[in-house]
């Protein structure tokens, strides 16, 4: 992409929600604005701008109150009262920062915002600045939500097999978390639905996917939504075109270790398991248990992550360091899938570890957590092929044998190598879609070239 020139800069605000999943994706959108010539503020709320340190010194940082400047959704205690307050407080302060951003005639030519935050478009339109919504999970999951939104679909769900236009057909156990929390609290789902309350009043309506992937949904959705533009994968560009070699991460993580580099640089190639569920998804110990036994029991080499917070529920005679595997508190998800030691991934189905997963060509096993990973493991195992679901029992634990078919099913059958050859593909494309001419970079020249002549 080439650049534009500093004297014809526009200015985007970036709000995207306080979590790691809405901002890696967000920021990592800013940085490809940035070499277009636009200059980019972050903007965050107090409390979490403290995980932000480490933010690429041309991006600059302003902050919004949710409520709780001390402590976020921890100091709230639950999401419900988290949500109530943020949506009082968060219009306020985000009102006030355009106001003083005027005043300083530090002008803003668009707001790109993260889709759960509805209002802020409401707040933008005010100031008569350019509103681009940006939706951080896939179009599966938003067609599901919006025909929640149309009245079309409810909870608690009838059917049990789901049709919905351009989408296959889905199973309950392939539906978000959140229909079936719905009818003890119906928070979340109101919340992730509330996102297409006034999308049709966007500028612009962006989508971290890439048209390839999601076409006959993106299609579809072009009809209802002119302004629909997908600009995905938004990953770094050393695992993709590797045009900026200096693109290396997202630019906020803190940890800075390459034992687990070193680890897998003694590994053959395609010989390890890669273990990781985000950093949300809490297990309880029996889960940890299966998946340490199986780990264990396996033929494979594994490298596992595991969040000091949930150590404590490892099995006390289970050695973290071995010569067939390594347990880790964190890695760089995006060098480690990029090393051909990984031959899998054991993964909650997050959409950004998707979208990793399918950028760098590794097969996976999926073992959903919450929220859309069920959805995304559907469409991983049965629509891209580059996939299987772990089986659950009764009590909706992934057991050590089942666990460990699946892994062998992955790594050493046919099966796992027509897998292994549609990951390719979808790496392929992803490669494609960002490059001169590809259908992401174009989207994004159009969108740049409009914020300069509006």
């Known amino acids: 992409m080439e650049k534009k020139s500093i004297t014809s800069r526009a200015h985007c605000l970036v709000l995207p929600y306080p979590a790691q ?15 277009q010539g636009v200059r980019i503020t972050l903007v965050t709320t107090r409390f979490y701008s403290k995980n932000l340190q ?12 949710d409520g709780f400047d001390k402590g976020g959704v921890v100091e709230a205690g639950n999401y419900k009262a988290y949500i109530d307050r943020f949506w009082q407080v968060g219009p306020q302060t985000f009102h006030e920062l355009l106001e003083k951003l005027g005043k300083s005639r530090d002008h803003v030519d668009c707001v790109i915002y993260d889709s759960f935050f509805p209002w802020a478009l409401d707040v933008t339109k005010r100031f008569g600045i350019v509103g681009a919504v940006y939706l951080t999970q896939n179009m599966t999951v938003n067609n599901i939500y919006y025909h929640v939104h149309l009245g079309r679909l409810q909870a608690p769900l009838k059917d049990h097999e789901i049709s919905l236009p351009k989408l296959p057909k889905l199973q309950h156990e392939d539906m978000p978390s ?7 609290d119906p928070t979340l789902l109101d919340f992730v639905v509330a996102q297409f309350s006034n999308i049709d009043k966007a500028d612009w309506i962006l989508c971290n996917t890439y048209y390839e992937l999601d076409k006959e949904i993106i299609d579809w959705i072009m009809e209802i939504w002119p302004k629909f533009r997908s600009i995905g994968p938004n990953i770094p560009s050393l695992f993709l075109d590797k045009r900026y070699e200096d693109d290396q991460d997202y630019g906020i993580t803190e940890f800075k270790s390459d034992d687990c580099m070193k680890w897998l640089d003694d590994k053959p190639k395609g010989s390890v398991v890669y273990v990781s569920f985000g950093s949300i998804a809490t297990f309880g110990e029996e889960q940890m ?6 780990l264990k029991e396996c033929s494979a080499y594994f490298l596992w992550v595991v969040r000091a917070s949930e150590e404590i529920k490892l099995p006390k005679d289970f050695e973290k360091k071995t010569k067939k595997g390594l347990v880790v508190t964190w890695c760089s998800q995006l060098k480690v899938l ?6 899998c991934f054991v993964t909650h189905c997050g959409w950004n570890s998707t979208l990793e997963t399918l950028c760098l060509g590794v097969p996976i096993v999926a073992i959903p957590y919450w929220s859309d990973q069920s959805t995304n493991a559907k469409l991983m195992a049965d629509v891209w092929k580059t996939g299987i679901r772990a089986p659950i029992d009764d009590n909706k634990v992934v057991r050590r044998e089942a666990l460990k078919q699946c892994i062998r099913e ?6 796992g190598t027509k897998m292994k050859s549609n990951a390719i593909r979808w790496k392929t494309l992803a490669v494609k879609v960002v490059s001169d001419g590809g259908s992401s970079h174009k989207n994004i020249l159009e969108f740049t070239n409009n914020l300069f002549h509006s």
């Open 410 to 415: 992955v790594m050493e059958n046919e099966k």
């Open 338 to 343: 990029a090393h051909e030691a990984v031959g």
């Open 21 to 35: 999943g809405h901002i890696n994706p967000m920021l990592q959108f800013s940085k490809l604005l940035e070499r």
């Open 54 to 65: 480490n933010l690429p010194p041309s991006i600059a940082l302003e902050t919004i109150s």
């Open 178 to 184: 959140f229909f079936f929390t719905y009818e003890q």
């Open 289 to 294: 248990e299966e998946l340490a036994c199986c």
